[in-house]
């Protein structure tokens, strides 16, 4: 039986179908292909890389230059001439408005600034102000004007052990290091104005005091203060209502609830042990103060500020964070078996140390 064999012009139609075919799928996966590659080219134009479950990372070359212009270095006035070698800094910092005011760690010598000037963008500016805060080991320096570009703001608050950050020491460049792990002050009582814990990094022996923290994104985190266990990072969270009130009213001010407390969330000494989980126990309320107003007491234990709940990673100090002074909270608390809910107007802790 003879073999079917089909017209060389049917032959030619399929050839021509099938040409047509391969070229649109090519067509389509080329196009694909040169979207996905304007894609990834985008990706890389934004200086990323995506991490599993994390958010985007810059890599250390491009950290450096995306915040080294914000990070200052500070030189006696006799020691500077027409170069400025880092070795000589005898102090570092990080620029916190485009107006010019300076954060820098607090000197043991008290006087150490007043006779300095800021390398701020490759231009040496002489201090103008100094304010020091009461509160935590920092000052705020001001000087003409920002040469600086000022980074935004992170929340070190929310990092998680095991993350990665970029520490400058200097304007000169930096390094990353990672965040293992909270050193709550040991005490058994705190006040509710002051902070309770500090971030633990991995050491390194270029990290001092000074030294600026940025987020894997280029995000401010705080910086590195000398504290009597060590280096320790600052976060800038706590730094926050200070640097509002200094940047809206020219003064250091932050809210005051006006009590000390305990913080049933963390261990406790014998003493101290009762049968609640968390809470913070009130020690002592200031006479007069936001607190003894809004009638808490001694032996009350604040379970809740604004309805946000204390927690084992929360302390009460934390919950203060948002609030300015005269700024009105609902404090939900429990005195004996009883809960209770009070308005409190919390009052004002100013820094009043202007050099």
Do not use: C
Not at 47 to 66: C, D, F, H, S, W
């Amino acid at each position: 039986m003879a073999s079917f064999r089909p017209p060389f012009t049917w032959l030619l139609f399929s050839l021509l179908v099938g040409a047509a075919s391969g070229f649109v799928a090519a067509s389509v996966f080329s196009l694909s292909l040169d979207r996905y590659a304007d894609s990834l080219l985008a990706s890389f134009n934004t200086a990323t890389i995506q991490g599993v479950g994390k958010a985007p990372i810059l890599t250390a070359q491009l950290l450096n230059e995306r915040v080294r212009r914000s990070v200052v270095d500070v030189y006696q006035n006799d020691q500077v001439g027409e170069n400025f070698p880092p070795a000589l800094a005898f102090a570092h910092g990080v620029a916190l408005s485009s107006d010019g005011w300076i954060l820098l760690p607090s000197m043991a010598a008290a006087g150490s600034y007043n006779t300095a000037s800021i390398l701020i963008g490759g231009a040496l500016l002489p201090i103008e102000q100094i304010v020091q805060d009461d509160v935590l080991p920092v000052v705020y320096a001001k000087v003409s004007s920002a040469q600086a570009s000022v980074v935004p703001l992170g929340e070190a608050l929310t990092l998680s052990m095991g993350e990665e950050v970029f520490v400058m020491p200097s304007s000169q460049g930096g390094f990353f290091s990672t965040a293992y792990g909270w050193r709550w002050r040991p005490a058994l009582s705190f006040s509710a104005d002051t902070p309770t814990r500090h971030l633990l990094l991995s050491s390194s022996a270029d990290m001092g005091p000074g030294s600026t923290v940025f987020s894997s994104e280029g995000k401010l985190l705080g910086l590195m203060i000398a504290d009597d266990a060590g280096i320790e990072l600052l976060p800038i969270d706590f730094i926050l209502p200070s640097l509002r009130s200094l940047l809206k009213n020219g003064v250091l001010n932050r809210a005051s609830l006006g009590l000390t407390f305990i913080d049933l969330g963390r261990s406790l000494s014998s003493k101290e042990q009762t049968s609640e989980t968390g809470g913070a126990l009130v020690k002592t309320v200031v006479p007069f103060g936001a607190a003894a107003a809004a009638g808490i007491q001694p032996g009350d234990i604040i379970m809740s500020v604004d309805g946000v709940p204390m927690t084992s990673d929360r302390s009460l100090d934390e919950l203060l964070l948002p609030y300015d002074p005269l700024t009105t909270v609902t404090i939900r608390f429990k005195r004996g078996t009883v809960f209770t809910e009070t308005e409190a107007t919390l009052g004002s802790l100013m820094s009043e140390k202007t050099q």
